[in-house]
T-cell receptor, first 112, second 115 residues
Framework: GENVEQHPSTLSVQEGDSAVIKCTYS??????FPWYKQELGKGPQLIID?????GEKKDQRIAVTLNKTAKHFSLHITETQPEDSAVYFC???????????FGTGTRLKVLA | KAGVTQTPRYLIKTRGQQVTLSCSPI?????VSWYQQTPGQGLQFLFE???????NKGNFPGRFSGRQFSNSRSEMNVSTLELGDSALYLC??????????????FGSGTRLTVV
């Protein structure tokens, strides 16, 4: 069935270090991969996304890489700051389904 | 511009009752999606609406239903509430088809507690 595995479930890093979160999807037809950040008491917020015809995308301190062959995609956050502390979700969206299949989330803690 | 507005923010209901949750999307967004978020199951897709038509429904029992109005506002209804329906219900709107391309903007959610 449709599934997105996300690792690790929790991640603690020192301020200024990098953080990497990895996801694997099962439906090879998926062609859109967004990443969301959720802070306490708020809805998820889109931070970056990537389409299946692109291997990497960067936006300031955030980057996402996609390996279609392996069905892996990853979020990279460099120079982490305390305000990066939140729960991060990856998702995969198969075309024509009008839905996302979300990973189980990664709780990132940036230690000052 | 105003974001996605969900009402109410918090709700406490008794088992067996029914509940209606409301979502007003960002102006101009015609696609509205609903997700259930729980600690155990994470974010699960409920349904997606575009121009008043439901285009996909997730794997939830028939007690979960929804609709979209001509102004793109959406409601979801849960009948015969069970304890397991306690969750954060998130509404998301998008310009394009079900968020496949430009992403969703989520509301802050409605926290439903069933006692």
């Amino acid at each position: 069935g449709e599934n997105v595995e996300q690792h690790p479930s929790t991640l603690s890093v020192q301020e200024g270090d990098s953080a990497v979160i990895k996801c694997t999807y099962s439906d090879s037809a998926s062609n859109y991969f967004p990443w969301y950040k959720q802070e306490l008491g708020k809805g998820p917020q889109l931070i970056i996304d990537i389409r299946s015809n692109v291997g990497e995308k960067k936006d300031q301190r955030i980057a996402v890489t996609l390996n279609k062959t392996a069905k892996h995609f990853s979020l990279h956050i460099t120079e982490t700051q305390p305000e990066d502390s939140a729960v991060y979700f990856c998702a995969a969206s198969p075309p024509g389904t009008y839905k996302y299949i979300f990973g189980t989330g990664t709780r990132l803690k940036v230690l000052a | 511009k105003a974001g996605v507005t969900q009402t109410p923010r918090y709700l406490i209901k008794t088992r067996g009752q029914q509940v209606t949750l409301s979502c007003s999307p960002i102006s101009g967004h015609r696609s509205v999606s609903w997700y259930q978020q729980t600690p155990g199951q994470g974010l699960q897709f409920l349904f997606e609406y575009f121009s008043e038509t439901q285009r996909n429904k997730g794997n939830f029992p028939g007690r979960f239903s929804g609709r979209q109005f001509s102004n793109s506002r959406s409601e979801m209804n849960v009948s015969t509430l069970e304890l397991g329906d306690s969750a954060l219900y998130l509404c998301a709107s998008s310009l394009d088809s079900g968020g496949q391309g430009l992403g969703y903007t989520f509301g802050s959610g409605t926290r439903l507690t069933v006692v």
